[in-house]
Nanobody, 123 residues
């Protein structure tokens, strides 16, 4: 069973930065794409960014393009979401999620979820 643990959330002022981490453990980690989702209060969960198992494919939701950067360190079994120029509308619970697929990534199919980490951006 693949397990995902997020960290790095917190409170930051508008314009600031945070780096979220998603550490994966358990057997069968290879061959998983990783996606970052967020859910603001009263809103549906939305996909923010994803990265393929090999790291060659990356996608970003339009509102975060140019501000967020996704990466993965296979040696550490960890994916990162660097978030710069944060805005109050970026606030929410951020989840990482894994899908067992190679070569692609997306936001529709998820096999495993993390527990989430809170991000609050003050104005």
């Amino acid at each position: 069973q693949l397990q995902l643990v997020e960290s790095g959330g917190g409170l930051v002022q508008s314009g600031g930065s945070l780096r979220l981490s998603c550490e994966a453990s358990g057997f069968g980690r290879d061959g998983y794409s990783i996606g970052w989702f967020r859910q603001a209060p009263g809103k549906e969960r939305e996909g923010v960014s994803c990265i393929s198992s090999g790291g060659s494919v990356k996608k970003y939701e339009d509102s975060v393009k140019g501000r967020f950067t996704i990466s993965r360190d296979n040696a550490k079994n960890t994916e990162y979401l660097q978030m710069d120029s944060l805005k109050p509308e970026d606030s929410g619970v951020y989840y990482c999620a894994a899908r067992r697929v190679r070569g692609v990534c997306g936001f529709v199919v998820v096999d495993h979820w993390g527990q989430g980490t809170h991000v609050t951006v003050s104005s």
